[in-house]
């Protein structure tokens, strides 16, 4: 026999080989080979078990691989998960069969088929325990064959046999049964021996470092010892827990960190110091970036350090200046950007500053080309995290799973990553219906990128895009073996091995099918790099990660904790740098102010998580909405109190600068008196000489008159005969123009044409004799011929000489013009180019007729001309003896004009400058008050300028961050955030609230019109919805936010829309296209996907659009649109991930807010009047002071409008006075309004004491949900309740005395209402809760007595705790009885009474008593105790008598009726219900009331089967249910459903 050692084959490493082809070959790797050939030769299945990471899925592999290549056996691996399906099992085997006759299926000839089962034990069981893919696989085993599924026949399966790997049940992996199990031969393979994978890891590197430095290849042996004992000490020492569920680490890490040492080339690694950063690179790579604290991750960088200095320290010195505290090793291919992707070195990254200044180059660059930039600010952890990703994605099937909180980066990160590697990065778009067909072909699209075009691709897969578990289930099988099964059909087979025989073809590799597809999917694992981004809150991370074990085993995992502050302060530092800040030397306070506002809120959400059970999750996308929002609020605010001010001051310029100039203009009205007199003087004079020289020129105008008439007359006697000429001329001209048109018309080719013609047509010849006849040639066709050919033949009939044809010639041509024939027309239809010069002809005829008529009436014309002219001198030269006198009278008058103009003007001026006195009287009369107050104002604005900075910075941070928190925890929130500023230096208001930054008065009242509750936590959360970045998610368990949004928003086309709708997003994206607003009623703790392109506010611009993409479709945005969501959950618990995609605001009921409106429900019914008028003032309040400022918002713009001197303006000084009219009136209008509303508010208190009880006791019942989801009572039921308090309660004159009664029935009746729908257990506690409720309330029972009853009493100090206690006390109640005696004031000198003599005997008689609750107290103690301090007593020293004391409690506090329930009855409860109040029966175990119902029923006149519908709920009864319910709505009949615990699906409906 041989030993196995002794047939081990060599290895021979070749860099060709890729990486996942290099087996090492071990004794186990040949013995377990050898054995798996063994029983395959005879078909028998073998089982192969082990731990995790041992080499199974290695070994088996191997061996398959081997086989192939003796062409005897063809194997396939199938890869099982928690979510593998039978049905996808079986069609991923039939695929690989080939037909050999009607039912029998088998192997392709002469070979045999081996499916290999990788975790074939990872199947979760169903609820009946079985597990139907394994179940598959057993009758496969048993029976040789499987049913087909479709046409239901059986299926023999010849030469097949199963291969299958499993590890020991436990982390998701379930038992087998040993019905499937005893089919197989089992081998279980041991855990490799360090001595084993030192000798695999060695091989490979040292065949790597072959061909370098001796000094560089020793290094091998101890890199690879500590790479083996950093593995094993990592796995004994960080071990999985439910928070660090994928602290699992096998063989694979240890495979990881040799790849990545494999991607260097000695060129960048020539040092041993090098080398061996190299190997801590990789090593934090692989482990020390999964790790999810600094704990761990200290203890692993000291491993590290250790075994440097063990095993390495003599070659390459102290482990601490080779891997320095603080420091982080940075290996990377990015560097060198500009090179092609396969030249880029793979090198380390020293200079931190230059690595920062290449991402930023390539980030802008990234940016300027694509449609979603992103603002990445590169502070360390975010390098770390780029150059982990980007590592990942440089190697092939490179695969990353990134867990962090939701916002914190991971997404951007790997997209850059991605681009920086050259890689696309592809994301699913999920619509409403996407479901497992959509996401497979999605994967096709990416198969076909990554395996068919060959190009590197990342798919980015989010939790949040995991609508249904079986996409991890293909995503398993695609990170485990590239092929998921039952993803392409035979056809789609066949196109694609068509596709890549190609280039298998330039490879040189073969074609086969097998070899076709198998190259395929190895390509696609080359190219395709999954990455998934999960979050680790809640259970769902922690569940995948045992479910789908490749998550874990096939990618490298990189954990993204929180934000350290060095770098929320980087960021926010880098944000605010280029922030336009007048007080620029605060920005490094405003970082850090920003920080700590971010980590004062994670340590808020802890304790309301510990206090309240209400989860609250911050990230870092929250952080920089918080510092995005606080620029952009800082510089709203700052540009519209900036308006303000300026208007303001515009206005308070224009009245001061009018005062001033009233006393001047008096003054210059008074010096204008003597000059007016004086200037008219003057004028009179004046006037008499020009009266005198207007007569003598007078006369003379005369004569010229006369003259000129006469002149005029010849004028127009000499004119006429001009217009005569010129029209009989005129007659001839438009033919000739026509005619000259025409020849201009006339080009070369037509004279050609004409000439070309050898014997014409008659017209033509007769045109062209026409012609010649005119230019006195010889009329025949030769001669027409040659003239036609002279150069300047058309020049020549357009210059010819009209005016002087002789007659001779024109006598000729009439023998042609007058042939009827000779017409244009005619001679058009012979030839067009004739007919031009046939019209010429005619016009020259008719325009010599015409010009013989009116030549004889030009000689007159120019003999009168001659005549005209001579009159005309005469009349020149008088018009000049005229013109001398005319403007000598001119000047005269000019003068007189001069003089009465600059007197009009003196009396203009004095006249303006009285109006305007008066109108400045006016003006400053009338705004004189608003004159003040704008100045206080202006002031008071500048003031608040200066303090906008840290105002604007805790508005933006409430915004941000607080809308989840009650509101005491919003108080706390910001009290401390200004302590803070004032810390910092930062410039804030001592009162700073978000009411008094971002909310006006006006936007209030119109809130509280609308129904927002008038509280300033309501209030807030009003400015929560309309000035939040991100849509509004409401948290309104009693329905008042959907009320106020209802009624805010409905005139507006509010759509109503609920997620359950299957047409939600239609409705949806029409609102988005026609701007109207949507409330999303009843979200659940889960937002549909679809919608979250709608809640990141993804608007892009195309072809100048705003687009959002939406479902399938990209939608039009309209700007005007709003989204609203509300949801009923009390305490819904939100995932980081909904967290950042909407604004949590908690609408809650608060006590004040719902004191108010029961006050208002209470006044309506007892004073209708009053309430009336109340809700009319209210309105009429808000309508003034809206109109008040407008009124005065329009005086401003007026006065700022105005142009010049204001005082000019008549229509605006009228204007602003009745401005100023209109206001008064106003405010005298809203003055006495007020003081009405004072009064009413002041009769309206007097019945407050009723509502403040009410409200106390709604908070009561809304506790019980606390101790059952069972006990929830809606706000508007309880409403209803009261009001039929109010109604049904009796009457009293007197106001306190009918506040008694009502309070007494109230409290009796909402008890016995809400009493009968608890459980007996509960029923006492729900008593005293309203016991201790009202006490409270009525501050008879302190907060620090009751946080004592509820929790004890605070430590004791040493000196408390040594104090002598009585004998007969146990040293234990004594030390609660000092505490008591500390914490509760009035029992302060309790514990000393006790240690008196003559008291301490009494308070032992009391302590051993048998009733000390009904026991009297010590008699000192007796009148100084309440009720509720003999409890804190009971709770100290008789506990097991505190329940009767409670008893006793209620008794004294409410009434002895209280301390036991009421029994109920049906026609109790009958009046309670209607028909869409139904009655609900919660039956124990044997109970049942359909006696008594059917009881009931008969007389109230409901007979059973008749008129009262009975039917019991199961299977199939549903449809049965819904008969009956709409046969019993449409008669008014009763319906009983029975059983309603069997129909959990069904109720719903």
Not at 602 to 619: F, G, H, I, N, P
Not at 1179 to 1184: K, P, R
Request: proline residues 5%.
């Amino acid at each position: 026999m041989q030993q196995w050692g002794s047939v081990l084959p060599a290895f021979a490493y070749d860099k060709r080989m890729p990486y996942f082809q290099m087996l090492v070959p071990t004794v186990d790797t040949v013995r377990y080979s050898f054995l798996l050939k063994a029983c395959l030769e005879v078909q028998k299945a073998v089982l192969f078990t082990g731990t995790t990471g041992v080499g199974k899925s290695v070994i088996v592999s191997g061996a398959l691989e081997r086989l192939r290549g003796t062409k005897t056996v063809v194997p396939y691996t199938v890869n099982f998960s928690a979510q593998t399906q039978a049905m996808d099992t079986q069609l991923f085997m039939e695929s690989k069969l080939e037909k050999k006759r009607k039912t029998r299926y088998g192997a392709p000839v002469g070979q045999k088929l081996v499916f290999f089962v990788d975790d074939v034990n990872m199947p979760a069981r169903e609820a009946f325990g079985s597990q139907p893919a394994v179940e598959l696989l057993r009758q496969f085993l048993d029976y040789k064959g499987f049913y087909d599924r479709s046409k239901l026949f059986w299926k023999d399966v010849d030469d097949t046999t199963l291969v299958a790997a499993c590890a020991p049940p436990g982390g998701g992996r379930q038992p087998l049964s040993s019905r499937f199990v005893r089919h197989f031969s089992q081998l279980c393979i041991p855990p490799p021996s360090d001595a084993a994978i030192k000798t695999i890891l060695t091989t490979i590197l040292g065949g790597f470092l072959a061909d370098w430095p001796a000094d560089l290849r020793a290094l091998c042996t101890p890199i690879v010892a500590s790479a083996v004992e950093a593995y094993n000490r990592v796995s004994a020492e960080l071990l999985p827990t439910p928070a660090k569920s994928h602290y699992t680490f096998n063989l694979r890490d240890l495979s990881k960190v040799a790849q990545g040492m494999l991607m260097v080339s000695q060129k960048q690694c020539n040092s041993k110091q090098a080398l061996v950063r190299l190997w801590l690179h990789e090593s934090m790579r692989v482990f020390h970036d999964r790790l999810i604290d600094d704990q761990d991750k200290g203890h692993f960088r000291n491993i590290l350090r250790e075994l440097v200095g063990k095993n390495l320290g003599s070659a390459v010195g102290s482990p601490q200046d080779l891997f320095p505290e603080g420091s982080s090793i940075i290996f990377g291919g990015f560097l060198k950007p500009g090179l092609d992707l396969q030249d880029r070195p793979y090198e380390e990254i020293v200079d931190q500053s230059k690595l920062i200044q290449t991402l930023e180059h390539f980030l802008e660059d990234y940016n300027s080309s694509s449609s979603k930039p992103m603002g990445l600010v590169f502070f360390q952890d975010a390098v770390d995290h780029i150059a982990s990703i980007a590592r990942v994605l440089r190697q092939p099937r490179g695969n990353a799973l990134l867990v962090g909180v939701s916002g914190s980066g991971k997404q951007s990160l790997t997209r850059f990553a991605a681009a920086l590697g050259g890689c696309a990065c592809q994301q699913l778009e999920l619509t409403k219906a996407y479901g497992l067909t959509e996401f497979r072909e999605d994967l096709k699209k990416l198969y076909h990128f990554a395996g068919v075009e060959g190009k590197p691709v990342v798919f980015l897969l989010t939790d949040t895009q995991i609508s249904k578990e079986s996409f991890l289930e293909d995503v398993n099988n695609l990170l485990n073996s590239g092929e998921v099964p039952g993803m392409y059909a035979p056809e789609d087979k066949e196109g694609i091995i068509g596709s890549i025989r190609e280039w298998l073809l330039t490879q040189g590799a073969p074609t086969t099918k097998e070899a076709c597809w198998s190259a395929f999917i190895n390509r696609v694992r080359d190219n395709l790099h999954c990455v998934l981004a999960m979050s680790p809150v809640g259970g769902a991370f922690r569940a995948r990660c045992r479910m789908f074990p490749s998550l874990i085993d096939c990618c490298t995992i990189d954990w993204f904790r929180p934000w350290p502050d060095q770098a929320l302060l980087s960021v926010s530092t880098q944000i605010l740098a280029p922030c336009d800040l007048a007080q620029s030397h605060i920005k490094p306070a405003l970082a850090s102010m920003c920080v700590h506002i971010h980590t004062s809120v994670a340590v808020a959400s802890d304790k309301m998580y510990a206090q309240l059970r209400r989860r609250y999750y911050t990230s870092p996308k929250s952080y920089m909405d918080l510092i995005s929002l606080y620029t952009s609020l800082l510089a709203e605010k700052t540009g519209e109190y900036a308006e303000v001010r300026d208007r303001l001051l515009n206005g308070l310029n224009k009245l001061q600068d009018t005062n001033a100039v009233v006393d001047s203009m008096q003054a210059q009205l008074n010096q204008l008196q003597p000059v007016l007199e004086e200037k008219a003087q003057a004028t009179a004079t004046l006037l008499e000489q020009v009266t005198v020289d207007q007569k003598e020129a007078e006369s003379v105008r005369a004569t010229v008159s006369k003259e000129e008439s006469e002149v005029k007359a010849k004028a127009a006697e000499t004119q006429a005969l001009a217009d005569e000429a010129k029209a009989d001329l005129d007659l001839a001209l438009p033919a000739l123009n026509a005619a000259l048109d025409s020849l201009n018309a006339l080009n070369k080719g037509d004279i050609v044409e004409i000439k070309s013609m050898l014997k014409p047509p008659p017209l033509v010849q007769m045109t062209m004799e026409a012609v010649c006849t005119l230019k006195q040639e010889k009329a025949d066709w030769d001669t027409a011929k040659r003239v036609l050919g002279e150069s300047g033949f058309m020049r020549s009939l357009l210059e010819f000489d009209k005016d002087h044809i002789p007659d001779g010639v024109m006598k000729k041509l009439r023998k042609y013009t007058d042939s009827p024939d000779f017409t244009p027309e005619a001679v058009a239809k012979q030839s067009k180019a004739s007919q031009s010069l046939c019209m010429w002809c005619r016009a020259m005829e008719v325009y010599d007729r015409i010009a013989k008529v009116v030549e004889p009436k030009r000689v007159a014309l120019r003999g009168a001309e001659a005549l005209l002219i001579a009159a005309n001198a005469q009349l020149q030269e008088k018009q000049a003896a005229l013109k001398a006198v005319e403007q000598k009278v001119a000047a005269l008058e000019a003068a007189l004009a001069a003089a009465e103009a600059e007197q009009a003007s003196l009396k203009e001026q004095a006249s303006v400058t009285a109006t305007r006195l008066q109108r400045a009287a006016k003006l400053t009369s009338g705004l004189q008050e608003e004159g003040v107050r704008w100045g206080n104002s202006a002031q008071q604005i500048k003031a608040t300028m200066q303090l906008l900075v840290g105002d604007v910075l805790l508005s933006a941070a409430c915004i941000a961050y607080y809308g989840a928190f009650p509101g005491d925890y919003r108080q706390e929130l910001v009290s401390g955030w200004v302590e803070k500023c004032r810390e910092f230096g930062i410039p804030v208001s001592p009162d700073c609230t978000l009411r008094g930054v971002l909310a006006s008065p006006i936007q209030v009242r119109d809130w509280r019109l609308w129904g927002l509750p008038a509280d300033d936590v309501s209030v807030d959360n009003g400015i929560l919805v309309s000035k939040g970045k991100r849509w509004p998610l409401m948290i309104d368990p009693q329905g008042q936010a959907n009320a106020w949004v209802r009624n805010m928003e409905g005139r507006a086309g509010l759509k109503l829309v609920k997620l359950s709708q299957p047409n939600f997003l239609r409705l949806i994206e029409g609102a988005v296209r026609l701007g109207q607003p949507v409330l999303i009623e009843d979200v659940g703790e889960s937002i549909d996907p679809a919608l979250e392109p709608l809640l990141l506010k993804q608007v892009f611009k195309q072809g100048g659009q705003s687009l959002i993409h939406l479902g399938d479709s990209d939608v039009e945005c309209h700007p005007g649109f709003q989204l609203y969501m509300t949801t009923p959950l009390a305490n819904p618990h939100y995932l980081p991930e909904v967290c950042i995609k909407v604004t949590l605001v908690n609408f809650t009921v608060t006590g004040p807010g719902l004191e108010e409106q029961l006050l208002a429900e209470l006044v309506r019914k007892e004073r209708p009047d009053l309430q009336a008028s109340k809700d009319r003032l209210l309105l009429s309040i808000s309508n003034d002071k809206r109109q008040l400022k407008e009124l005065e918002d329009k005086i401003l713009k007026l006065l700022k409008e105005a142009k010049g001197n204001i005082l000019d303006d008549e229509v605006l000084i009228n204007t602003l006075n009745n401005s100023k009219l209109t206001a008064g009136m106003i405010q005298n209008r809203l003055r006495e309004a007020e003081e009405t509303e004072d009064s009413i508010n002041q009769a309206r208190e007097q019945y407050r004491s009723a509502a403040a009880g009410a409200s106390t006791f709604y908070f009561v019942v809304a506790d019980l949900a606390l101790i059952s989801p069972m006990y929830q009572t809606s706000l508007s039921y309880f409403i209803t309740m009261f009001n039929h308090c109010i109604d049904a309660s009796d009457k009293a004159p007197d106001v306190s005395a009918r506040l008694r009664l009502l309070t007494t029935f109230a409290t009796r009746f909402i008890f016995d209402k809400v009493q009968r729908g608890l459980f007996e257990q509960h029923k006492l506690l729900f008593s005293f809760m309203l016991a201790t409720a009202t006490a409270r309330a009525a501050g008879q029972v302190t907060q620090a007595e009751w946080n004592f009853f509820l929790r004890g009493g605070p430590g004791l100090d040493s000196a408390a705790s040594d104090r002598a206690s009585p004998s007969w006390l146990p040293s234990s109640q004594w030390g609660h009885i000092v505490q008591l005696a500390a914490t509760v004031g009035p029992l302060e000198g309790i514990a000393d009474s006790m240690c008196l003599p003559e008291e301490s005997i009494d308070w032992q008689e009391w302590a051993v008593s048998s009733q000390p609750h009904l026991q009297s107290l010590p008699p000192v103690w007796e009148h100084t105790c309440t009720s509720f301090h003999r409890l804190l007593l009971l709770k100290v020293m008789r506990e097991d008598k505190l329940l009767l004391g409670c008893q006793r409690y209620i008794g004294d506090t409410l009434g002895a009726a209280f301390t036991q329930g009421q029994p109920w009855t049906l026609d109790g409860m009958l009046p309670d219900t209607t028909a869409l109040t139904p009655i609900i029966f919660i039956l124990t175990s044997g109970a049942d009331p359909t006696a008594m119902l059917q009881r009931f029923g008969e007389k109230q006149g409901m007979k059973p089967g008749e008129r009262l519908h009975m039917v019991s709920l199961g299977q199939g009864q549903g449809p049965v249910a819904e008969t009956l319910v709409a046969l019993a709505t449409a008669e008014g009949d009763w319906v009983c459903l029975q059983n309603c615990h069997l129909a959990k699906s069904w109720m719903p409906r």
